[in-house]
């Protein structure tokens, strides 16, 4: 089946400072990305939808300024979160889809924690 | 706008007895319908999915949902639940193309007592 790797899985971050996430489709193209975001306990909420070489698509509420997404290539796009704050801390979690396919496949997340 | 309700939050379930989760939709559209599960600090695993065709959906470990439209429901179901099955679920909608956004449940916990 299809695989979707993030990297890191696992991050801490002071205040402040900037992080990068990626998300890797390993043996597909992935023409379209989604970033989601999961406080604890509490459903996925989609942040952004990217697709290659484009600019992403920003859900209501998210700033789009702070959570930075590329998608340069049909396997990887990144979230770079800048100014992180404490708030910040969460779950993140992408998936892909490729051209004409009709599942997305989820990465395994990333936890990040801002102190 | 799209939307799902997972009306229960967490469900204690005996090893071996039977499980039943339950969500419902509301989309515009003819919706596709997913289950996903998540284990802790995991990310998500899709247990089945429904477009179109056959209401009742099998899916991996042991896992079937049934599509009813006149209730706008897309149940979960196993006959037998087994102590690795404790875990958070997920119900989600979505649109015709794959490549259309989610709509995820709130989730529902699900604890299995030996």
């Known amino acids: 089946g299809a695989v979707v790797s993030q990297h890191p899985s696992w991050v801490i971050c002071k205040s402040g400072t900037s992080v990068k996430i990626e998300c890797r489709s390993l043996d597909f193209q992935a023409t379209t990305m989604f970033w989601y975001r999961q406080f604890p306990k509490q459903s996925l909420m989609l942040m952004a939808t990217s697709n290659e070489g484009s600019k992403a698509t920003y859900e209501q509420g998210v700033e789009k300024d702070k959570f930075l997404i590329n998608h340069a290539s049909l396997t990887l796009s990144t979230l770079t979160v800048t100014s992180a704050h404490p708030e910040d801390s969460s779950f993140y979690i992408c998936?892909?889809?490729?051209?004409?396919?009709?599942?997305?496949?989820f990465g395994p997340g990333t936890r990040l924690t801002v102190t | 706008a799209q939307s799902v309700t997972q009306p229960d939050i967490h469900i204690t379930v005996s090893e071996g007895a039977s499980l039943e989760l339950r969500c419902n939709y509301s989309y515009g559209a003819t919706p596709y319908l997913f289950w996903y599960v998540q284990s802790p600090g995991q990310g998500l695993q899709l247990l089945l999915k429904y477009f179109s065709g056959d209401t009742l959906v099998q899916g991996i470990k042991g896992f079937e949902a049934e599509f009813k439209r006149s209730q706008s429901s897309f149940n979960l179901r196993k006959p037998s639940v087994h102590w690795s099955d404790a875990a958070e679920y997920f119900c989600?909608?979505?649109?015709?193309?794959?490549?259309?956004?989610?709509?995820f449940g709130t989730g529902t916990r699900l604890t299995i007592i030996p």
């Open positions: 989600a909608v979505g649109g015709a193309f794959g490549n259309e956004k989610l709509t």
């Open positions: 998936s892909a889809i490729g051209q004409g396919a009709d599942e997305q496949y």
